[in-house]
């Protein structure tokens, strides 16, 4: 279901109320976090932040993708991370940002000013709760991310990064049948954040294509026809491993 963002809208209504930063919040600090938000938009290929940029807002994605990147002293860049919708941007009590963060899509965020945020937290455990929730899970991302790339096949890297997709685009209203998405990277953008050639990017779709676990008409519209297939595609057993 897509709202259309603007300041008017109202937090019980947002897409990602459940799954945000404000996810626990009752009525009363839903309330708080009401009077406090204001939207930003950034167009697809905008900078959102640079890396060492003072943290004036923090903010939680509301639509779009925006991408974490870091650029070395000779001018080599190395995308490390992807925002989705309901991913949190900024950590309280932190004064500067440590990535660039860039949109890949057209990007809406839900902002909050640092320092009244900061004091929210300290004041409302389920924020606080919350936040420490999200950043386990970021953890956790990163230790998987760890393992594709150390130790999985071309393949499987692109098997995970399409289930990744899936499971952060799906939506209760979803019917059940085939998962369909919008792919927001373009191809050489995918191989930069899997360390991928473009062309083993496009082979390895093609072949998935070809077995019958995924569609496309095109570079943009996704369905994964065999989610099962898809995951043993993955190397990762029903419990999270690796598949010896």
Avoid at 139 to 145: K, P, V
Avoid at 156 to 168: G, L, S
Avoid at 207 to 217: A, D, N, P, R, T
Wanted: charged share 25%.
């Amino acid at each position: 279901m897509q709202i259309a963002l603007t300041a008017a809208v109202r937090c019980a209504e947002c897409p990602i109320r459940h799954r945000a930063v404000c996810a626990r919040c009752d009525d009363d600090e839903l309330s708080q976090l009401e009077g406090m938000k204001t939207y930003k938009t950034f167009k697809a290929g905008q900078p959102i932040l640079w890396r060492g940029d003072d943290l004036v807002f923090v903010a939680s994605v509301v639509q779009g993708v925006a991408a974490l990147s870091k650029t070395l002293e000779d001018g080599r860049t190395q995308m490390v991370g992807l925002l989705l919708p309901s991913d949190f941007i900024g950590r309280p009590g932190r004064g500067q940002i440590d990535f660039d963060v860039t949109a890949t899509t057209d990007v809406t965020l839900c902002c909050f000013e640092r320092k009244p945020f900061e004091k929210l937290v300290d004041d409302t455990p389920h924020v606080a709760q919350r936040l420490m929730e999200l950043a386990l899970d970021e953890l956790d991302a990163a230790r998987d991310w760890m393992l594709l790339l150390g130790r999985k096949t071309a393949r499987e890297k692109i098997a995970t990064f399409i289930q990744m997709f899936v499971r952060r685009t799906h939506t209760d209203e979803q019917a059940a049948g085939p998962d369909q998405f919008n792919m927001p990277m373009t191809r050489d953008q995918i191989a930069n954040y899997l360390g991928l050639t473009l062309e083993t990017v496009s082979r390895q779709f093609n072949s998935l294509k070809k077995e019958g676990v995924i569609s496309f008409g095109d570079r943009k519209t996704f369905t994964v026809v065999d989610m099962a297939a898809l995951h043993n595609a993955t190397g990762d057993d029903a419990d999270g491993g690796m598949i010896d």
